[in-house]
């Protein structure tokens, strides 16, 4: 299992960023995939999660409405839009094939701040 997710960076507050993952090694289309977060000092926080087509999507209180996650199952990637970002957005962030973070890949570092 490989999954690598990319597009973090430095925003200010109201900001956006697109993160994305690729996927390898397991049959990415059949599986329900994840973006969870991970601020600094704190415990791994599930975000958000899609099934498998893509047709159930869930998130986190604090970002909905802001944050869209979504999928394509041709090219094995997953997407997180994230939109009006906050200070506490603040996160190393990383897609998973499952909820707990268990099978995560490297994540990527989203700092917004003034």
């Known amino acids: 299992v490989q999954l690598q997710a990319s597009g973090g960076g430095f925003v200010q507050p109201g900001g956006s960023l697109r993160l994305a993952c690729v996927a390898s090694?397991?049959?990415?289309?059949?599986?329900?995939m994840y973006w969870l977060r991970q601020a600094p000092g704190k415990g791994l926080e599930r975000v958000s999660g899609?099934?498998?087509?893509?047709?159930?999507?869930h998130y986190e209180d604090s970002v909905k409405g802001r944050f869209t996650v979504s999928r394509d199952n041709v090219q094995n990637r997953l997407y997180l839009q994230m939109d009006n970002l906050k200070s506490e957005d603040t996160a190393t962030y990383y897609c998973?094939?499952?909820?707990?973070?268990?099978?995560r890949g490297q994540g990527t570092q989203v700092t917004v701040s003034s």
């Open positions: 998973a094939k499952d909820g707990q973070g268990n099978y």
């Open positions: 899609i099934s498998s087509a893509g047709t159930t999507k």
């Open positions: 090694g397991f049959s990415f289309r059949n599986t329900p």
